[in-house]
């Protein structure tokens, strides 16, 4: 048993200096994997409305009489506004100059022009829409009659940006392997 031990180790010292030219010929390069870097786009949504209308004196309303009793047109113009902000992470630590590099180039090309994508999609949500509205019933009442218009508005074209942004991370859209092309480090040598 301890001769088969010998030529074993015999075989491997003899096959050595080749597998060490193999592995250099061979020598595969990192992808920078355990990397993770991510990107954040905050929609940063805002609105407001207004109500120009006329308003005239009516009858027959079910909860008060009188001056309170009043019949209104107008439209609700409802004003839709964003500031996306983008958040990047910054290179992490312990990379080599190579990877720091090949990091943070992806991280203001690859991760940037997706983020910009989020940016452009809760865009879609700026503008102004204009409901025509009638109303009948109390003065006291026409308020609440208006903001529930305006938010029913706002409700729809928030969830329609938000279901545009959504749908550029389908299916891990937004999980990219990070191509570095460097070198693997040298082995360190034993002191």
Do not use: W
């Not at 938010?151 to 938000?162: L, R």
């Amino acid at each position: 048993q301890k001769k088969g031990e010998e030529e074993e180790e015999i075989t491997s010292t003899a096959t050595y200096s080749e597998r060490g030219v193999e592995e250099q010929n061979t020598r595969h390069y990192a992808n920078c994997e355990g990397v993770s870097v991510e990107g954040f786009t905050d929609a940063n949504y805002g609105n407001s409305y207004s109500t120009p209308g006329s308003s005239t004196p009516a009858k027959d309303c079910t909860d008060c009489s009188g001056e309170e009793c009043v019949s209104n047109t107008g439209t609700v113009i409802s004003t839709f506004t964003t500031n996306p902000v983008v958040t990047l992470h910054s290179v992490p630590d312990g990379l080599s100059e190579c990877e720091q590099k090949a990091v943070s180039k992806f991280i203001n090309t690859t991760l940037n022009a997706h983020e910009q994508q989020h940016v452009a999609a809760f865009n879609t949500y700026r503008g102004v829409v204009k409901t025509p509205y009638t109303y009948k019933g109390c003065a006291s009442g026409l308020d609440a009659h208006t903001a529930k218009i305006h938010a029913e508005v706002e409700s729809a074209m928030k969830a329609k940006s938000d279901v545009k942004s959504a749908a550029l991370d389908v299916g891990g859209a937004n999980i990219f392997n990070i191509k570095c092309n460097c070198p693997d480090p040298e082995p360190k040598e034993a002191e």
